[in-house]
C-alpha cells in the first residue's frame, strides 16, 4: 500500500510524514511525499528535527506529484486548510483523506518559538500516524470504506504528549 503526503511546497509537513511514517510502518506500507508547487528543498530545520528523532532522511526531497516512483493508494493532505491555505487536489484513483497541520516554515519569532513550530507539527503528524498504524492495516485494505473513515478520523487527533520518540 503506497501513501502520498502532499502539501504545497513538500518541504515540511508532508516530508515530515513521509520520513515518519516509513520509519515506523510494517513490511507491506510505504509512503513518499510530494508538493504541487515543490520547493525545490527540504526546510534544513525539518532534516535537523528528524535526525534528532533518531529518523533516517537519506533521500528525502522537495518533488513534484508529477515525479512520483510509485502511484499512491490514498493521498493524505497536510495543509491547513482552515489557516486559509488552499490544499491541491491530487488528480488520480486515490482513496483521499486530509489531515490539516499548520505550516511551521511560516512560523515567527524566536528560535525557540520557530523550533517549538517545527516540533508541534512532528508530534501531530506522529500522532496521527502512530494512530494510523495501531488499526489492523490487513483488514482495512480490503474494507475501503471503513479505511476512508478512519483516516478522516486521525485526521482530527492532535498531538500526543512529547515522548522520547
Same mark, same amino acid.
Given at each position: 500500500?503506497?501513501?502520498?503526503f502532499?502539501?504545497?511546497?513538500?518541504?515540511?509537513r508532508?516530508?515530515?510524514?513521509?520520513?515518519?511514517?516509513?520509519?515506523?510502518?510494517?513490511?507491506?506500507?510505504?509512503?513518499m511525499?510530494?508538493?504541487?508547487?515543490?520547493?525545490?528543498?527540504?526546510?534544513?530545520?525539518?532534516?535537523?528535527?528528524?535526525?534528532?528523532?533518531?529518523?533516517?532522511?537519506?533521500?528525502?526531497?522537495?518533488? !513534484?506529484?508529477?515525479?512520483?516512483?510509485?502511484?499512491?493508494?490514498?493521498?493524505?493532505?497536510?495543509?491547513? !486548510?482552515?489557516?486559509?491555505?488552499?490544499?491541491?487536489?491530487?488528480?488520480?484513483?486515490?482513496?483521499? !483523506?486530509?489531515?490539516?497541520?499548520?505550516?511551521?516554515?511560516?512560523?515567527?519569532?524566536?528560535?525557540?518559538?520557530?523550533?517549538?513550530?517545527?516540533?508541534?507539527?512532528?508530534?501531530?503528524?506522529?500522532?496521527?500516524?502512530?494512530?494510523?498504524?495501531?488499526?489492523?492495516?490487513?483488514?482495512?485494505?480490503? &474494507?475501503?470504506t471503513?479505511?476512508?473513515?478512519?483516516? &478522516?478520523?486521525?485526521?482530527?487527533?492532535?498531538?500526543?504528549?512529547?515522548?522520547a520518540?
Open positions: 500500500m503506497n501513501i502520498l502532499l502539501c504545497t511546497g513538500n518541504a515540511c508532508s516530508i515530515l510524514a513521509e520520513a515518519v511514517f516509513n520509519h515506523l510502518a510494517p513490511p507491506g506500507w510505504h509512503a511525499s510530494a508538493g504541487s508547487h515543490p520547493t525545490g528543498q527540504v526546510h534544513p530545520r525539518s532534516l535537523a528535527l528528524l535526525e534528532s528523532k533518531g529518523i533516517a532522511t537519506i533521500g528525502l526531497d522537495s518533488k !513534484s506529484w508529477e515525479a512520483l516512483p510509485a502511484t499512491p493508494d490514498i493521498v493524505i493532505t497536510v495543509c491547513a !486548510s482552515a489557516a486559509g491555505e488552499t490544499c491541491p487536489a491530487y488528480l488520480g484513483p486515490a482513496m483521499r !483523506s486530509h489531515w490539516g497541520v499548520d505550516d511551521p516554515a511560516h512560523a515567527t519569532g524566536t528560535e525557540e518559538e520557530i523550533n517549538a513550530a517545527f516540533l508541534m507539527a512532528y508530534r501531530i503528524l506522529r500522532t496521527r500516524i502512530e494512530a494510523l498504524l495501531a488499526l489492523p492495516l490487513e483488514q482495512l485494505a480490503q &474494507d475501503r471503513r479505511l476512508k473513515d478512519e483516516l &478522516d478520523r486521525i485526521g482530527t487527533l492532535t498531538a500526543a504528549p512529547e515522548t520518540a
